[in-house]
Each structure stands twice: as C-alpha cells, then as structure tokens.
C-alpha cells in the first residue's frame, strides 16, 4: 500500500532563515498532497496543498513543490518567525475515495 | 464559528466503560472522517462517512469501535469496554467530496484509566 515517509523528524532553524521539510510517497497514483501545521494540543490545520498536475505552489512565506517523477514533495518556509514552530505533516491521496496516507511529522524548532 | 465542532474536548472514563463522542462538521460538507492521534505520531484513519453511509473502516479498528452518522450531519464514535490502549485524541475533519481537503476539529481527547 501508499506509505509516506517524511524527513527530518526535527529541524531547528535560526529565526528568518529558511526551513525545508521533505516527504517522499509510493504511488505513483497519489495526486494530492496536503501538508498540515499542529501546534501542541491543537487540531491540525491545512496550510497548503498541491495537486499532480501542479509542480509548485506558493502562498506568502509558504511554498510547496512536487517532483512526480521522484515521487517527493517538499514544504518551503521562508522567513520562520517565533509562530512557525509546531509539528508539520505531509500526507498523500489518490484522490477524495481514498484515505489520505499520513508522514510520521516533523517539529520544527524556530530559535530565536 | 463554522468550523468542525466535537464534545466532549475532554473525557476520563474508567477502563472497562463505554464512551461517546460527537461531531459536527462544516455545514454542508457530504464527508466527515474519524482519527485517532497519539502523542508524537500522526493522525491514524479510523472511519469515515459520506452523508450518512460509512464507506470505510480500517482494518485496524477493533470491533469494540462504532460510528454513525444517522442523518448525514454530526456523527458519533462510540468506543466499548474501554482499555488503557484507547487512550489518545480522537480527531474529526469534514469535507465536501469531490474535493480532497479535510477540515480538523479540535479533537476529543480520552484518558482511560
């Protein structure tokens, strides 16, 4: 079956510098792929997502690229202020009938 | 507040006795999936809905484990005979099928003792 696996488990970046979390999948049918934010305690929540027929996405200080030949799928946060720290997810689908396959997390750590 | 609602936030039960949790999800939203969260780990598929047809469980899931969502809106999950295991935040998220993107709520989070 999809498995997903995510790098690193924790990454600590100097505040302003740029963070880098990456995931790789297994179907080459996924064709959708959200990364989430989960601060302690808190529910996730979607920050941005990317569809196949896309290679990069962009929204402010977030960005996300997919390579489908690779099969990997990157988040890019530039600029990481004190709020980017919590633990981030990437998951994968093959589409809205099947479930979505989940990374293990990364915590990201913005020293100040 | 038009997001995903659940209640309780938070339950403590004794180990051995059933527990309920609710959800409600965004209006209008035909989908609506139970998870369940462990400290450290990302969120495990238990279950979910399309309008009142449950379309999938996890293989995973122990019998004990049932959901419902009788009129196609909020939806229960309800666990039996609870054990120390069980112990973990129960997530619910929705969504308007055919698109992907799940909405979370704030989770139920369950302490067996």
């Known amino acids: 079956g999809e498995n997903v696996e995510q790098h690193p488990s924790t990454l600590s970046v100097q505040e302003g510098d740029s963070a880098v979390i990456k995931c790789t999948y297994s179907?080459?049918?996924?064709?959708?792929f959200p990364w989430y934010k989960q601060e302690l305690g808190k529910r996730p929540q979607l920050i941005i997502d990317?569809?196949?027929n896309v290679g990069e996405k962009k929204d402010q200080r977030i960005a996300v690229t997919l390579n489908k030949t690779a099969k990997h799928f990157s988040l890019h946060i530039t600029e990481t202020q004190p709020e980017d720290s919590a633990v981030y997810f990437c998951?994968?689908?093959?589409?809205?009938?099947?479930?979505?396959?989940w990374g293990a997390g990364t915590k990201l750590i913005i020293k100040p | 507040d038009t997001g995903v609602s659940q209640d309780p936030r938070h339950k403590i039960t004794k180990r051995g006795q059933n527990v309920t949790f609710r959800c409600d999800p965004i209006?209008?939203?035909?989908?609506l999936y139970w998870y369940r969260q462990t400290l450290g780990q990302g969120p495990e598929f238990l279950t979910y809905?399309?309008?009142?047809?449950?379309?999938?469980k996890s293989r995973l899931l122990s019998d004990r484990f049932s959901a419902e969502r009788p009129k196609g809106s909020f939806s229960t999950l309800e666990i039996q005979r609870t054990e120390q295991g069980d112990s973990a935040m129960y997530l619910c998220?929705?969504?308007?099928?055919?698109?992907?993107?799940?909405?979370f709520g704030p989770g139920t989070r369950l302490l067996v003792l």
């Open positions: 998220a929705s969504g308007r099928h055919p698109e992907e993107t799940q909405y």
């Open positions: 209006s209008e939203h035909n989908r």
């Open positions: 179907d080459s049918a996924s064709n959708y």
């Open positions: 990317i569809r196949s």
């Open positions: 809905f399309q309008n009142e047809a449950q379309l999938e």
């Open positions: 998951a994968a689908s093959k589409g809205s009938n099947y479930q979505l396959i």
